[in-house]
């Protein structure tokens, strides 16, 4: 694609850090964002842009998480060189990073550096400001317990929002005041971690030096299992990733039942994004209850 297809105020925006621009090459795979590799005269970068009114503030919330995880010092974090906001579009300039093909020993070390992430810690679960799981406001008001937390800020939330689309229903609910017993019973002990927030395969790549990198976060101090639990999800990770993570940090014994309940949330937000087929998967859980 040529640079100058661009908006306007995009191209504008790239070539005031990069110089004139060579070449853009559309990224794949993003179903919320635009986005892809831009060259300049003076380097390269990856740019990532949305429209200002409908997802205002999201491109400063991500610098925000991708900022708080790389003051973890612990996986490899794309550097943020600007954010731009403006009308129509917001946008995100980052750094690239070139893709590489992981070994077993890579995914190893993965798992050690998340693990190390995780042990990152804070007094209360949430943080200090909102940002987005994919294209949804995900609240982060802050909370004692991570039960609450949970409750209050990442399901009640999406249930409010699948039954105003009529994918729940009254009886799903029944389910769900089991599941925040369960919560209450088991997890009330939960130290607040430092987590991505949004850990699918998609957000999880490699650099030709085999580094684990993290990219599009949704940020939060919550559950370790939250970031466990979603890798599970759309693919799953290698074997190799959960045992460096186990070397560093070990899971409960518990640990299937604890991550079908945090997967309900990432569930729930494919359900109120994309439709009824997530459904089924998701009250497969809720009938475990």
């Given at each position: ?11 504008e925006?790239c070539?005031s ?12 795979g993003g ?14 970068a ?6 200002a ?5 999201m491109?400063?919330a991500?610098a ?8 973890a ?6 550097d943020v060189l600007?954010?731009y ?21 890579d995914w ?7 693990a190390h ?10 943080l ?8 949804l406001?995900?609240s982060?008001?802050?909370h004692e ?13 999406q ?6 689309k009529?994918?729940l229903?009254g009886?799903d609910l029944?389910y769900?005041?089991?599941?925040y ?6 997890m009330?002990d939960?130290?607040p971690a430092l ?11 490699f650099?030709t ?14 559950s ?15 074997d ?8 560093q940090?070990?899971m ?8 079908d309940v945090l ?8 359900v109120n ?6 459904l089924s998967?998701?009250?497969q ?5």
């Open positions: 694609m040529r640079p100058d297809l661009l908006p306007g105020e995009l191209k925006f070539e850090h990069l110089g004139t621009l060579k070449s853009f090459s559309p990224a794949s179903c919320i964002n635009n986005g892809g590799r831009i060259v300049g005269q003076n380097g390269q990856f740019l990532k842009w949305n429209s009114a409908e997802f205002p503030g491109f400063i991500e925000k998480g991708l900022a708080e995880l790389k003051q010092n612990s996986c490899r974090i794309p600007a954010v906001e403006g009308d129509p579009n917001d946008a995100l300039l980052l750094e690239y990073i070139e893709p590489g093909r992981p070994s077993r020993g190893f070390r993965f798992g050690s550096q998340l992430l995780h042990q990152t810690s804070t007094e209360t679960f949430g200090d400001h909102s940002n987005y799981m994919g294209s406001r995900q982060n008001q802050q317990s991570f039960p609450e937390f949970f409750r209050n800020e990442r399901l009640e939330p249930i409010k929002l699948a039954l105003k009529g994918f229903n009886s029944e769900f005041d089991k599941i017993s369960w919560l209450e019973r088991e009330n939960e130290l987590v991505h927030g949004d850990l699918w395969s998609g957000n999880a790549m650099c030096e085999g580094e684990g990198v993290l990219i599009d976060p949704a940020v939060s101090y919550s370790r299992h939250a970031d466990l639990a979603m890798t599970t999800l759309f693919g799953g990770f290698p190799e990733f959960y045992q460096g993570y186990q070397e940090f070990t409960e014994s518990n640990v299937k039942i604890i991550w997967n309900l949330y990432p569930l729930l937000i494919h994004l994309f439709g009824s087929g997530y998967q998701t009250r859980i809720l009938r475990m209850f």
